[in-house]
């Protein structure tokens, strides 16, 4: 799962929005990698990429607080991994806080990482012909999504461009 804060021009107003969004993502996601594994795997790695972020593309922190506790509650074991991209010292301080209220086993998953990091791992998780030229150098996918054709006529366990 891959959601890229800069590229999201958002009207933070709806918090129930900002969390159906995400646990939808997370289900898209989901079904995906155990149709993709054959039901082998049943985790995902997902990145929150703030390369060219601005204050308009940041969630409200109660936001965020809420998504995690969602997630907690609700997805328990379902995240191999987070990664945290290029964010901005105010979420690293705000980590620092919530960190010690969040089960030590999810914890131990959350990495906050550079660009460059995040494009070496990326390397090692996606295919050239699924990634987009800004996930890596070589992404051969740069197709604008259109939402209309990735919520209706996508099938919800393919990823976009799949069919």
Known sequence: ???????????????????????YMLERALACTERNTDGEKDKVVAFYDYNGYGLKNTPP???????????????????????MVDT?????????????????????????????????????MISEDQAAPFMFDG??????????TFFYNTPFDHVYGEC
């Open 1 to 23: 799962m891959f959601q890229n804060f800069a590229k999201n021009d958002s009207n933070w107003d709806d918090c129930d929005f900002f969390i159906k969004g995400n646990i």
């Open 139 to 148: 992404g051969k996918n740069g197709k604008e999504v259109d939402n209309e």
């Open 88 to 124: 901005p010292f105010v979420f690293r301080a705000f980590w620092m806080i919530i960190k010690h209220f969040i089960d030590p086993i999810t914890k131990e998953l959350v990495h906050f990482i550079t660009d460059e990091e995040q494009k070496q791992l990326l390397r090692k």
């Open 61 to 83: 922190v109660m936001f965020a607080k809420e998504l995690l506790f969602d997630l907690r509650d609700h997805w328990p074991e379902r995240l191999q991994q987070v990664f």
